[in-house]
């Protein structure tokens, strides 16, 4: 004689049977939340640190276009990313147009994800440049 | 029973599936206001009037606020979001950005 099959060790009911599915599906939907919320931390420093480089630009170009030197420009620049917490990095000029590049720091538990994707510093980066049209 | 518990379990899944769309639609809006802000910020920067309507058509149903602070501008671009779940209170977001007014930064500073 063989043993019970599957069924009858239950009585042969599902009671319990959605619940788990439900459950599952629950923290898989829950695990993807989290993942939208970490990407969703990255994509906005990302968008904010390219404003704080755009507008920092912005405010290096028009001052060499005032007639400031590049100190003068780049610490514009500077004042503009701080306000926009943003860090600047790096700022040249070159004539009348202004390159530089700004960090911006994301959420403290994403750093080690964003060092892993290659940003040395697990920091976001972002450059921007500005200066009268060609 | 079982078609109980699968109506609850249904049920829940729905929140849960109801939350994660609200998710995306906050971080939506949030991207929208920020670039909002960032725009304006711009246009305002360089003393021009359409911060405004610039606002507006990044981030449609905003309302704009600058404020100036000596030769900082702060554009603060603000939105209500309503979320595509029943019972979910609507929420404010705001983007900020904060420029210098370079045209007066001119006037100021004579040699800028």
């Known amino acids: 004689m063989t043993g019970p099959a599957l069924n009858d060790m239950n009585n042969g009911n599902d009671d319990g049977y959605a619940t788990v599915l439900a459950i599952a599906l629950s923290l898989?939907?829950?695990?993807?939340?989290?993942?939208?919320?970490?990407v969703g931390d990255v994509v906005l420093a990302r968008q904010q640190a390219g404003a704080a480089a755009d507008l920092a630009a912005l405010s290096a170009a028009s001052r060499l276009l005032a007639g400031a030197g590049a100190t003068e420009a780049c610490a514009s620049a500077n004042t503009v990313a701080a306000m926009s917490g943003a860090e600047l990095m790096g700022c040249t000029s070159d004539h009348e147009d202004v390159v530089l590049e700004v960090r911006r720091w994301p959420s403290e538990s994403l750093r080690p994800m964003l060092r892993a994707a290659g940003s040395p510093d697990g920091a976001v980066h972002a450059r921007a440049r500005a200066g009268p049209p060609p | 029973m079982v078609t109980v518990e699968a109506a609850f379990a249904t049920l829940s899944l729905g929140v849960v599936v109801a939350l994660l769309m609200s998710v995306f639609v906050l971080l939506a809006a949030?991207?929208?206001v920020n670039d909002a802000a960032r725009v304006a910020a711009r246009s305002a920067a360089l003393g021009g009037d359409d911060a405004e309507s610039?606002?507006?058509?990044?981030?449609?149903?905003?309302?704009?606020?600058?404020d100036r602070n000596g030769a900082v501008l702060v554009v603060e671009v603000t939105q209500t979001v309503a979320f595509p779940v029943p019972g979910l209170a609507p929420v404010v977001v705001t983007g900020r950005a904060h420029v210098l007014?370079?045209?007066s930064a001119l006037d100021l500073g004579g040699g800028w």
């Open chain 1, 28 to 38: 898989l939907l829950l695990t993807l939340g989290g993942a939208v919320l970490a």
């Open chain 2, 30 to 32: 949030q991207l929208r």
């Open chain 2, 54 to 66: 610039l606002a507006s058509r990044a981030a449609p149903g905003s309302s704009i606020a600058i």
């Open chain 2, 101 to 103: 007014d370079e045209l």
